[in-house]
C-alpha cells in the first residue's frame, strides 16, 4: 500500500485524490479571532494547593481543630482532677480505722514496756533503742494528725470546687466568650488544689516510709 | 507549521490567507521537538500576556481544533465553537501545566465541547435546519463527511483531520497526542471502511 496516506510521500491513488479534493471545501476557514478587550487571562495564580483550600474552608477547618482541641484540653482537665483525688483517698485509706486519739494510749504502752524492760536488764543500748522507738511514735502521731486535717482540707475543697466543676463539665463549647473568662478562674483554682493535694501527698508519703522502715526491722529485746 | 504560514489571524486585523490554497508541508519527525518547543514558548509568552502568541497558537491549532469538532458536531455549528474552544483555552491556560502539551490539551478541550454542545442541544430541532442550509452549500461534500461520521469513532478523527484539514499522519499524531501507530492504522482502516460504504 501507498504512504501517501500516512504522510503524503509516493504515488497518489484516483479516490483519495477524489475525496481530498472534495472534503478539502469543508476544510477550516480561519476567521478573524478577537481576543476579549478585557483579557479572560486571569492574573497570576496563587499556588494551586491554596487555591484549592478556598478561605472559606480554611477557616471552617480552623474553627474545627480549635474545637477539639478545647474538648480534649477539658477531658484531660477533668482528669487529672479525678486522678488526683483518687489518689489522696487511697492514700488515706489505709489509715481511716486509726483515730489520732487512739495513738497516744498505744503509744504510752509500747514506751513503759520498752522502759520496764530497760530498766530491768540496765542496758544503755535498750535505753537509746526506746528512745529512737518514742521519737518514731511520736512522728506516726504528727503524721496521724496531718493526714486528719489533710481529710478535711479535702473535704472543704471538694465541697467547694464541687459546683465550679459540675459547672465545667455541663458547659457549653458553643458557649460565648464570658463564660470561657470564667473557665480560666475554674482552672486556676483547680491548679491550686492541686498542688496542695501534692504537696500533702510527698509529706504524708515520707512519714510513711518512715514507719515501713520502723516496721521492717524491729527493735531486739 | 508555524514558521510557513503567514499571519492568519491578528488581534484586530484581517484574515489575509485563503486556506484552500495553503499547501501542507510535511513535517519530519525530527522537527517535531522543535515545535513542541516553539509551542511551549508560546504558551509562556501567552502567559506572560502576549496576544499575538495567542494568535499564533490560534493559526496552529485551529485546523486542528476545526476537524475535531467536524467529526462530532453539524458542519454549520463548527466554526462558532472553534471560537469558544480558543475562548476557553485563553481562560484556562494557566492550568495547562506542562506547556509543551498545548496541542492534546486542547485537543480535550475540543472533544469536552462537542460534549457539552450535545448535551445543550438535545431537545432542540437546530440540527435539521443546518443540514438543509450546508447541504445547499456543500452538496456532496458533506454527503460524504456524513458517511464518515458513520465509520467507528476511533476512525473518524484521523479521517477527517486526513481529508478534510489536508494533515499529513506524523502531524495528526503530533498536535492530537495520539501514538502514531495508532492513527496509522486508523487512517488506513478508516479508509477501507470508506471505500466500502462509497462502493455500496
Known sequence: ?221 | MYEATPALLQVSGQTTMDAHDETPRVRSTEEMPHALSVDASLVEAVRAGDRDAFARLYDSYGRMVHGILLSRVPYSEVGDLVQDVFLIALRKIDSLRDAGSFGPWIAMITRNRAMDYHRRSRETTEIEETHSQTQATQGQAVEVLNLIKLLPEAYREPMILRFVEGMTGPEIAERTGLAPASVRVNIHRGMKMLRKKLGA
Open chain 1, 1 to 221: 500500500m501507498s504512504d501517501y496516506l500516512w504522510d503524503k510521500t509516493g504515488e497518489r491513488e484516483e479516490d483519495v485524490r477524489q475525496l481530498e479534493e472534495l472534503l478539502g471545501q469543508l476544510r477550516f476557514q480561519p476567521r478573524t479571532f478577537e481576543v476579549p478587550a478585557t483579557p479572560p487571562m486571569p492574573a497570576r495564580r496563587a499556588p494551586r494547593a491554596l487555591n484549592a483550600l478556598s478561605w472559606s474552608r480554611l477557616a471552617i477547618a480552623a474553627s474545627l481543630l480549635l474545637t477539639l482541641l478545647a474538648g480534649a484540653w477539658l477531658i484531660a482537665t477533668k482528669q487529672r482532677t479525678n486522678e488526683a483525688t483518687q489518689q489522696a483517698a487511697k492514700a488515706i485509706a489505709p489509715r481511716t480505722t486509726e483515730t489520732p486519739e487512739q495513738t497516744p494510749e498505744r503509744a504510752s504502752q509500747v514506751n513503759k514496756d520498752q522502759l520496764a524492760s530497760a530498766s530491768a536488764n540496765s542496758n544503755r543500748t535498750a535505753l537509746r533503742k526506746a528512745q529512737q522507738q518514742r521519737e518514731v511514735v511520736e512522728q506516726i502521731n504528727a503524721s496521724n494528725a496531718m493526714r486528719h486535717q489533710r481529710r478535711e482540707f479535702i473535704s472543704v475543697s471538694q465541697k467547694r470546687l464541687a459546683a465550679p466543676v459540675r459547672q465545667l463539665n455541663a458547659r457549653d463549647l458553643n458557649a460565648p466568650r464570658d463564660e470561657v473568662a470564667m473557665t480560666t478562674q475554674e482552672r486556676e483554682a483547680m491548679e491550686k488544689f492541686l498542688l496542695a493535694m501534692r504537696v500533702t501527698s510527698e509529706k504524708l508519703g515520707y512519714a510513711e516510709r518512715q514507719v515501713q522502715g520502723l516496721n521492717e526491722s524491729p527493735p531486739q529485746r
